[in-house]
């Protein structure tokens, strides 16, 4: 698979707020499916086994069978590549140019003259 | 609309490898619609307007109107924001992890000991 096709399922994993809700309490400890279903009494168990499996696809979670319980792990490593390539510079350059406006809004004066 | 709605439109135009080139040429200087079609040779007009669209849907893009001109901005606050959120703290935990399971792969005698 290459990098591009990647980061299309990393990103697409998490643009649902259920999947990444999902993310937030496996970042808690690792969870049974049956415990998650528990914590989102709003979903049934088809459709958080549904969200899993893309979490699952695009790397971020590993499940891991126990018996005939089913354990969740996250895999932030995923996250940290799109953080380097995507994420932090694109964060950088925001922080670059709002520093740019407020020094362009604190001296207005030296725009006339240049 | 509410943060998680912003939220899933962001990572939505994040994840189409498409959207990502068309921020990486606007991260370099605002850029006509025709000047886009003309760097991306492989895609026809109405296919590059659809994902200026959803970039511009997701407050990425912002477009200008001068004469018949259609120029467009990258603003990539939206995106410092998930990275606040969302990728910076995963970032953080994928990397806690990484040197925690360094510290167990130099220190493999403390393991059983413990």
Not at 39 to 55: N, S
Not at 72 to 99: C, F, K, T, V
Request: hydrophobic share 40%; with cysteine.
């Amino acid at each position: 698979m290459s990098t591009d096709d990647q980061d299309d399922l990393i990103f697409k994993a998490l643009s649902h707020r259920v999947r990444r809700q999902l993310l937030d309490l496996l970042k808690v400890e690792p969870r049974t499916t049956g415990a998650l279903c528990e914590l989102m009494p709003e979903l049934d168990r088809c459709t958080v086994m549904q969200h899993l499996g893309v979490l699952a696809q695009a790397g971020l979670v590993i499940a891991e069978r126990r018996g005939r319980e089913r354990w969740n792990h996250l895999d932030a490593l995923p996250i940290q590549a799109i953080h380097e390539r995507w994420i932090g510079p694109y964060a950088a350059y925001a922080s670059m140019m709002l520093s740019k406006l407020q020094r362009n809004l604190e001296t207005p004066e030296q725009q006339g003259s240049a």
